[in-house]
């Protein structure tokens, strides 16, 4: 099914109202999921839509609640998210660390108890939209076992750091190889194996099965050097916010416990460092610089980060966003027993 972002944005947001998510959040949630659709990251769109529901109508997601300023100390911000909308939350503190930024040159602000707030960088860009280098990180379910273990200890603790002005680079990755969000997306695509190097069985036996990867564990970005980027996002989300951390952490396909992550967001402002016309000067320069290397045998051309997403958004604004058929099953179930009319191609 192949649809326009907006007629997919008022479907995602009927359904959330449905489940008495305050009109203001139901928007923000749609345009997060849709906009990682239409940047190409579809693991982070639509599809998680129908666990959401399922979070909220067990409990686990509160949408009702909005989160409090638990101290504020300078440039330094923490938040108790009281266990609502991750979305909601993300936007608070996206928000303080922004205003704090302004007064301080740079913020951070740090939330506890919060819910899966989607991309990590519709957060960095959000704060990077306001003029400033924004970074968000978040700890996510234990699903990564650490190096040389066979046990999960780690999220997959995704990094985004976005730059303000015009597009040059924005980075948003997992700190495993890949999101366990692409295994799902490969699965309900209909993809019988994955790429080598993805996940591993229960056992920490390496695998390229889909099933088998989804009941067994993702691997660490680079081995050893995933595990420590791992355990740099829990420290700077979950140890310093006082939040759950590690197996503490229920998750967003987790029915048995909330999801109680952390997420950090900082703000940095480039004016205080040298004038942001020359910042965005010397970006464009290092980009040019690093997609000035001979392309390796087998490529057309070196890309930085950012450049993907920005292909595939252009894309899919002009010709719509395909969904997998797993994906579209999901909405249209979900759809169902919450009585929102599902749009059809010709809406
Ligand atoms: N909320 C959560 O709990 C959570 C947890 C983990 C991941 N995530 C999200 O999952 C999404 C996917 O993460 P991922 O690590 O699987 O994505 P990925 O493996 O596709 O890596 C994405 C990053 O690599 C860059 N990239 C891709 N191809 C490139 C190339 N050829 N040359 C240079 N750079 C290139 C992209 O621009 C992007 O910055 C992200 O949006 C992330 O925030 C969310």
């Not at 799902?184 to 209909?190: E, K, M």
């Not at 980027?229 to 939040?243: D, F, K, Q, Y």
């Not at 992550?261 to 940095?268: D, W």
Request: aromatic share 6%; proline share 5%; glycine share 10%.
């Amino acid at each position: 099914m192949t649809l326009s972002a907006e007629v997919l944005t008022a479907f995602a947001r009927q359904i959330l109202e449905r489940m008495q998510v305050p009109p203001e959040t139901a928007e923000l949630v749609a345009v997060s999921l849709v906009e990682a659709n239409l940047r190409g990251v579809d693991s982070h769109g639509l599809q998680l839509l129908p666990y959401y529901v399922e979070q909220i109508r067990i409990g686990n997601i509160r949408p009702a609640f909005h989160g409090q300023v638990l101290s504020e100390n300078g440039a330094c911000l923490l938040f108790d998210g009281e266990r609502g909308v991750g979305q909601a939350v993300a936007a608070a503190c996206c928000d303080h660390a922004i205003r704090l930024c302004a007064e301080h040159g740079m913020a951070m602000a740090v939330a506890r108890e919060s819910n899966h707030f989607g991309a990590a960088a519709f957060w960095s860009q959000r704060v990077a939209a306001a003029g400033y280098i924004g970074v968000a990180l978040c700890n996510a379910s234990a699903l990564v076992a650490p190096w040389q273990g066979k046990q999960a200890r780690f999220g997959t603790n995704p990094i985004s750091m976005a730059l303000p002005g015009p597009k040059t680079w924005l980075l948003d990755m997992a700190t495993t190889t890949v999101a366990m969000n692409k295994v799902i997306n490969a699965s309900l695509s209909g993809r019988a194996e994955i790429p080598a190097g993805w996940a591993m069985d229960a056992e920490g036996t390496p695998t390229t099965d889909t099933a088998t990867a989804i009941k067994g564990l993702l691997m660490p970005l680079g081995g050893y050097k995933g595990s420590g980027l791992a355990m740099m996002v829990e420290i700077l989300c979950a140890v310093l916010s006082g939040g759950a951390m590690s197996t503490e952490l229920g998750g967003v396909y987790n029915t048995t416990k909330p999801m109680r992550t952390s997420q950090t967001f900082l703000a940095i402002d480039v004016n205080r460092f040298l004038p942001r016309e020359s910042f965005v000067e010397r970006m464009e320069w290092l980009v040019a610089a690093v997609k000035s290397a001979a392309p390796a045998i087998g490529f057309g051309e070196v890309l930085v980060a950012g450049e993907p997403e920005w292909r595939a958004e252009e894309e899919r604004r002009r010709n719509g966003i395909p969904l997998s058929a797993g994906a579209w099953k999901g909405l249209v179930e979900v759809a169902g027993t919450l009585g929102v009319p599902v749009p059809t191609a010709s809406s």
